[in-house]
């Protein structure tokens, strides 16, 4: 997680996507949003996100937005 530990935000694109049996692809198909740019948000690569790309893949893989995006915790152990 090199960038999740800059900004305290982990995306778990990852693990909801193989926890429904979905590709990145499809999801981009699903969705209309570039592989590109879901591999940048997926690899914790993302520096901001629209929530029109938010919402969509929220609705695309039934989930909410909490599930989507974490807080990492401090070192100190708070969120």
Do not use: Y
């Not at 949003?33 to 969509?56: C, H, M, Q, Y």
């Amino acid at each position: 997680m090199p960038d999740a530990d800059l900004s305290g935000v982990h995306c778990r694109l990852d693990e909801l996507l193989t926890e429904r049996g979905i590709t990145l692809t499809r999801l981009s198909e699903m969705v209309g949003v570039s592989l590109v740019n879901l591999s940048v948000l997926k690899n914790d690569r993302a520096r901001a996100i629209r929530f029109s790309t938010l919402t969509a893949v929220c609705r695309a893989l039934r989930c909410d937005i909490g599930e989507l995006l974490v807080l990492t915790p401090t070192p100190g152990g708070q969120p």
